[in-house]
């Protein structure tokens, strides 16, 4: 990620930021969490959320959106 | 009539782009829109007012921090939040020294414990404040945190 205050040690010029703006949290394609930030969250935010209950074959998906509009998102089943 | 292969083209992509759309506007569902102020960079008092008017805001001691005392490396610092009260259904994290005060706001629905970890950056020796909102009302603790050294200019 990048905060938008780093400059690019050739060329001085400041490095464009670039980082996750929204996270979201779906249990079974219900939002149950979501999470907005800037730059101030480490380059790793190492997140961890407790749901109060989950079962078997629930699935879970994470989906995020950064500041120039990419997403993406993973899905898992919860399983054992 | 298109050719067969330019119908194709085209069903798809119309498809595409409502795909794309649909996922878009979903993703988008939570902190309904961002509000671009809250997290721009100014004085952690301003981005307060922002953030809640004037509403008081009391200490509560049932929201547990768990922050490093001295932070080596301001770049990664872990912060775990967790509370016992009811119906939270925000959270929010503020350095007070960042230049972009504002590092995270949490919503939590019914299903959501508050039970929350991150790692966050800090510039410099300051207070984490996390205020938490149940319903009307809000909630803080905070924690004074040194850093050695700061994490801002590490990207």
Redesign the interface.
Known sequence: ???G??RDPISGELIPAHFI??L??K?ND????????????????????????VANGDKITA???DNR?Q?D?VDYIVAG | MLPLRRRIFFKQSTKWVITALATFFSIRSGYADRITEHFASAQASDIMTRLFADRSISYNDRINLSLPKIAENGAVVPITISSELDAIDRVYILIERNPTPLAAVFELSSEAMVYLTARIKMAESCNVVVIVRQGERLFKAQQWVNVVMGGCGTG
Do not use: H, Y
């Not at chain 1, 979501?34 to 109060?52: C, I, Q």
């Open positions: 990620m990048e905060n205050r780093n703006e929204e979201t949290i249990l219900t939002t149950v969490i979501t999470v907005d930030m800037a730059g101030s969250m480490a380059k790793n935010p190492f997140f961890t959320f407790r749901l109060k209950s989906s995020w959106i509009q997403i998102s």
